[in-house]
C-alpha cells in the first residue's frame, strides 16, 4: 500500500522567508504521480503540480520550486521570497499508474506573517 | 470558469438524522469523489464513481453510501448520523485518466450534534 508522510504540520515563517515543505512517500510501484495541492482558506484546493515517477527534473514556476528524489523517495516544495497570499494548507499526495484514487499526506499548515 | 459546487458550506445534524450532501460539476468529467478532510489525517477518500451508475468503495465507505443518477452530480448520504461523522468533507472531480488533476469543491463543514 502507499503512503505519503507530511512530516511537518505546521511552519511560521515572517514575509520573504524561503519555506521548504516536505513529502515523504512509500511505494513498491515503479509507475506513479506524485502532486502538490493547495488549500487557501476558502476550502477549495488547489492542483500545483504533477509530476511522474520518471521524470526527476527539478521543476520551478515562479516563486514555487520542486525538489523530486527518488533515492530518497521524496518530493519536496520550495517557495522562496514567501508572501501572506501563500498562507493555506498544503497537501502533498501520491497515485499510482493504473489507478484512479490518490492518496494523500496530512497536509502541512503554512502560516506567513507580514 | 470550471467549477465544482457543493450545495452547503456549513451544514449542522442531529445524530440519527439521514444527510445529504450534493456536488455538481459543469466540465462533463467522468471521474467524481467525495472526500473526508480531518486535521492531521489529510483527505481520506470515501467513495469514487467512473461513470453514471457507478462507484467505488475508497478507504473509509463505512456509514456512507453514495448516488450518481446524472453525470454531473454526486449524492453522499450518511444513512445515520453520528457524532464521529463530524468533518469537512469535499467533493472532487476529473477526467477518467487517473493522474489527471482534481478540480475541488469548496468544501461542506458538517457537524453531527
Known amino acids: 500500500a502507499q503512503k505519503v508522510t507530511q512530516a511537518q504540520t505546521e511552519i511560521s515563517v515572517v514575509e520573504k522567508e524561503d519555506v521548504t515543505l516536505d513529502c515523504v512517500y512509500e511505494?513498491?510501484?515503479?509507475?506513479?504521480?506524485l502532486f502538490w495541492y493547495k488549500q487557501p482558506p476558502s476550502g477549495e484546493l488547489v492542483f500545483l503540480i504533477r509530476?511522474?515517477?520518471?521524470?526527476?527534473q527539478n521543476e520551478i514556476s515562479g516563486r514555487y520550486s520542486w525538489n523530486f528524489q527518488k533515492s530518497t523517495s521524496s518530493f519536496n516544495f520550495t517557495i522562496t521570497a514567501s508572501q501572506v497570499v501563500d498562507s493555506a494548507v498544503y497537501f502533498c499526495?501520491?497515485?499510482?499508474?493504473?489507478?484512479?484514487?490518490?492518496?494523500f499526506g496530512g497536509g502541512t499548515r503554512l502560516m506567513v506573517k507580514p | 470558469d470550471v467549477k465544482v459546487t457543493q450545495s452547503s458550506r456549513y451544514l449542522v445534524k442531529r445524530t440519527g438524522e439521514k444527510v445529504f450532501l450534493e456536488c455538481v460539476q459543469d466540465?462533463?468529467?467522468?471521474?467524481m469523489f467525495w472526500y473526508r478532510q480531518d486535521p492531521g489525517l489529510g483527505l481520506r477518500l470515501i467513495y469514487f464513481?467512473?461513470?453514471?451508475?457507478?462507484?467505488e468503495k475508497g478507504d473509509i465507505p463505512e456509514g456512507y453510501s453514495v448516488s450518481r443518477e446524472k453525470k454531473e452530480r454526486f449524492s453522499l448520504i450518511l444513512e445515520s448520523a453520528s457524532t464521529n461523522q463530524t468533518s469537512m468533507y469535499l467533493c472532487?472531480?476529473?477526467?477518467?485518466?487517473?493522474?489527471?488533476?482534481?478540480?475541488f469543491g469548496s468544501g461542506t463543514q458538517l457537524s453531527v450534534l
Open positions: 472532487a472531480s476529473s477526467f477518467p485518466q487517473g493522474k489527471e488533476k482534481l478540480f
Open positions: 511505494t513498491r510501484d515503479t509507475t506513479y504521480y
Open positions: 464513481s467512473y461513470d453514471v451508475k457507478m462507484k
Open positions: 499526495a501520491f497515485l499510482f499508474n493504473a489507478g484512479n484514487m490518490l492518496t
Open positions: 509530476r511522474n515517477s520518471f521524470d526527476e
Open positions: 466540465m462533463d468529467h467522468e471521474n
